[in-house]
């Protein structure tokens, strides 16, 4: 039997906030992890969630503290094809959950989108 090791990785964090701290109901952040991770999983094969709190400064200057969910994929593409494919999702959300910004980490670092 051979074994495949995968070492290229891509995270998105799932906010469970919208404008800036203010939290989604419960149903609908499970239901943005859900639909993240079916996305991964159609592009990468699988993914696994995760739970953490964040924290981060607004822009005006507020300490924002919120629920993450982080959604991992092990792949086989380049960095930056695996990117094509996560970075407009973070866009989406984005711009419809009015975050400032969303993070995604590769095995090469975190970008913020």
């Not at 792949?75 to 970075?87: N, S």
Request: glycine share 8%.
């Amino acid at each position: 039997m051979s074994t495949t090791v995968l070492s290229a990785r891509v995270t998105l964090y799932v906010p469970s906030t919208f404008d800036k701290g203010n939290p989604l109901p419960q149903g609908k952040h499970e239901s943005l992890v859900r639909h993240v991770a079916r996305q991964f999983s159609q592009s990468f094969g699988g993914a696994t969630c995760t739970t953490g709190q964040g924290f981060y400064v607004a822009d005006n200057g507020d300490l924002i503290e919120e629920r993450v969910t982080l959604v991992t994929s092990y792949h086989a593409l380049e960095t930056v094809e695996a990117l094509a494919i996560v970075i407009p999702i973070a866009q989406v959300i984005k711009n419809l959950y009015g975050q400032e910004s969303i993070a995604i980490e590769t095995e090469q670092g975190i970008q913020f989108i």
